[in-house]
């Protein structure tokens, strides 16, 4: 181990010192016979503005995600997605899971329909704690100290695929999804009342204009309030999203950012299930009823109040440098409480009894997150002779302070005719700790573009991690590793662009070491494929092979861990589009994945497939807007096909695939009214989404119809 780390950290500073010899030696090209330093004028790709707004009408639009520097989606050298509004709108979507479920190389819906929490896997790797950004920031969560976003408040939502430790520091192996929010600065006035059959209804509204002087505001926000899906589940949430431009001379602009977000509801009762009752039927009872909750509804409450602000300062100066700085700090306060199954009466896998009795788990946690960090870049162009470099310098430092106690008791339920299992009993906390994380990185890329369409990307990072926690398991570690990206590609006239990337990652672990965990995970991938996006065309098209090697992986049962594990994913990817111009459109997407553990502590476990990982997911959608005297009318349709998982480690028990068929349609009332009407899972299909084990199964969504009425003005 030690040698492997020394290589890398050889070849990282080989890399980075040739990459600085190429930068010195194109400033000693561009000194002039007085030996002063020239700079041609050069067009940088407008600001970062531009590259987080409306994607409409693009089919490579810029971005900084992947890149940290505004550029066009098709010089990133990895796989990358983008989704913009009229994507996360389509579905009449609530949650991010849902916008992401016709995008390749995403698992969505991991735990089933969990309305609390965006369950996402990345390329098989789990992505909701390390792997979610907010305006390229990281959004970290570790045990229950999450933020949670909607949708609503989100301009695009760009999917990253691959390691991306280079740029982002410590993240998930598979890949980052950032989020990316709605800004000031068009005027805008919207209205959305909707419903749908749970039944529940719901206020959207987002309104803005600019000021003058550069100045710009805009107030987006949603409340939902009423029923859901399950038994006896209701509640009401709220997310408010105020924001405000204003230009501090010549070449500064600011802008705020702001989101709060309220949840006082109870939990869905389709998630943590045994697979005999949900992947295969009893002989007792057949199936247990997917709408069925097991908890008890006088005692459970989901409750989540929190805040973040941003600030986005981004300063251009003379030399046509740009410097950016993001800051933002966030708090968050969730409690629950909640009954869940364990199996059947004494905790069993199968059916003790003709009537399916549960064995339940009630448990109940009280959790605060704060959250403060920071991301400063400086980057600009210079050319040495016949090469540009697209240069960029970046420092992030990130603060996570957490909060919470932990308490468990026991009860029981039955499939057949569940009653409410009353008020428990609960043992004293299990967990009771304060776990703080900060992390310092500092990074530098080399962007080099010459020969009429190479691009040659260079990445160093060096990250600098600390985690203490308190409590009878307390402990205190510091962690420091560096990241590296090395990528070639050939843009052609055509706008097909291949490319091959070799990316590294680590991922900081808030695990003591007296439980056998001192090292980060760490790994690399390998990475080729090309993007065809021909300027000013109406199609687009992306591929991807990679393999993926994650190393220190944690194994074992708590709390006997160790870090014997190393799991490989490797698989193909695809996403394309294509718009006829006669009204019609097309999008498919496919992912093919081969997960396998490699290194374990248990060595019966080496060539198995991890639980929850689908061997493939495949999706098309097809749209058409009438023309003539059905102007206004457009009509839609998706399918979307989840391939067989594994249920336990032993591989001996397997979740069947799915398809799952989608329907949409809107109405152009007036120039500025318009009904969009959408049912998802319109066969009502019963399916389970996983299993992380066969105590640990998650039915699917049901079938959701949705009506809204937006108006503009």
Request: with cysteine; hydrophobic share 35%; charged share 20%.
């Amino acid at each position: 181990m030690i040698e492997t780390t020394a290589v890398r950290v050889s070849v990282g500073m080989f890399a980075a010192t040739a990459m600085l010899s190429v930068t010195l030696t194109g400033f000693a090209l561009a000194q002039n016979n007085d030996n002063k330093l020239v700079l041609d004028p050069l067009i940088v790709l407008g600001n970062q503005e531009d590259a987080t707004g409306s994607i409409v009408d693009s089919n490579n639009p810029p971005t900084v995600t992947g890149s940290k520097i505004p550029v066009f989606a098709n010089e990133v050298p990895q796989s990358l997605s983008i989704l913009g509004r009229e994507d996360l709108e389509r579905f009449n979507a609530d949650r991010v899971s849902e916008t992401l479920r016709y995008t390749p190389g995403v698992t969505t819906d991991v735990f089933g329909d969990d309305e609390d929490y965006d369950w996402l896997l990345v390329r098989g790797f789990k992505a909701d704690q390390t792997g979610v950004f907010l305006d390229n920031a990281q959004n970290l969560a570790f045990a229950f100290g999450s933020f949670y976003i909607d949708p609503y408040a989100l301009e695009r939502i760009e999917v990253l695929r691959g390691p991306s430790s280079a740029l982002y520091g410590g993240s998930n192996p598979g890949g980052i999804v950032n989020y990316v929010s709605k800004r000031p600065g068009d005027r805008i006035r919207e209205v959305i009342l909707g419903i749908d059959d749970a039944p529940a209804g719901s206020i959207s509204f987002d309104y803005g204009d600019p000021l003058g002087n550069g100045q710009a505001y805009r107030v987006a926000g949603r409340f939902k309030a009423g029923e859901k899906y399950d038994d006896f589940n209701e509640g009401v949430r709220g997310t408010l999203a105020p924001s405000y431009k204003f230009v501090a001379g010549a070449a500064t602009e600011v802008t705020l950012l702001a989101n709060l977000h309220i949840a006082d509801e109870q939990h869905n009762g389709s998630t943590f299930l045994p697979y005999a009752g949900t992947v295969t039927a009893t002989d007792e009872f057949g199936f247990i009823d997917q709408d069925a909750n097991f908890s008890d509804p006088d005692w459970d409450n989901y409750s989540r109040e929190q805040f973040s602000a941003s600030a986005i300062i981004e300063h251009t100066f003379a030399n046509d440098f740009t410097l950016t700085g993001i800051g933002r700090v966030g708090i968050a306060s969730v409690e629950e409480r909640y009954y869940y199954p364990f199996g059947y009466a004494g905790f069993s896998a199968t059916p003790t009894d003709d009537v399916g009795t549960l064995s339940l788990i009630a448990f109940e946690h009280d959790t605060l997150t704060r959250t403060a960090q920071t991301d400063i870049r400086y980057y600009g162009i210079i050319e040495t002779g016949t090469v540009e470099h697209d240069l960029l310098f970046g420092i992030d430092a990130r603060y996570y302070w957490l909060d919470e106690t932990q308490a468990a008791g026991f009860g029981s339920n039955q499939v057949v005719n569940p009653t409410a299992p009353g008020t428990p009993s609960l043992g004293a906390p299990y967990q009771d700790a304060t776990t703080t994380q900060s992390q310092v990185g500092f990074y530098f890329q080399d962007q080099l573009r010459f020969g009429d369409g190479w691009i040659v990307t260079g990445n160093i990072r060096r990250d600098f991690a600390d985690t203490e926690q308190d409590g009878s398991a307390g402990f205190s570690r510091d962690d420091s590793e560096s990241s590296y990206r090395g990528a070639v590609a050939y843009a052609f006239e055509n706008g097909i662009t291949p490319y091959l990337t070799y990316s590294t990652f680590f991922n900081p672990l808030m695990a003591s070491p007296a439980n056998g965990v001192t090292e980060p995970e760490f790994g690399e991938q390998f990475e080729t494929g090309l993007k065809w996006a021909p300027e000013g065309k109406a199609y687009r098209l992306s591929a991807a092979l990679f393999q993926i090697d994650r190393e220190n992986v944690v194994t074992g049962v708590f709390p006997n861990f160790d870090q014997l594990g190393e799991v490989r994913s490797k698989g193909f990817e695809f996403e394309g589009g294509y718009d006829f111009g006669t009204g019609l459109s097309v999008a498919g997407a496919a992912t093919f994945l081969d997960a396998e553990i490699r290194e374990d502590s248990n060595a019966a476990l080496i060539g198995k497939t991890p639980t929850l990982i689908p061997e493939h997911q495949i999706s098309a959608r097809i749209d058409y807007a009438f023309p003539g005297s059905l102007s206004g009318l457009s009509v839609g349709a998706g399918v979307r096909h989840l391939g067989e998982s594994f249920a336990n480690m032993s591989n001996t028990l397997k979740v069947s695939d799915s398809t799952i068929f989608d329907v949409f349609g809107a109405y152009e009332i007036t120039k500025n009214a318009a009904l969009n009407l959408t049912a998802t899972n319109i066969a009502d299909k019963r399916y389970v989404t996983g299993c992380e084990s066969e105590f640990v199964c998650s039915y699917g969504s049901g079938r959701e119809i949705k009506l809204t009425l937006k108006s503009t003005w």
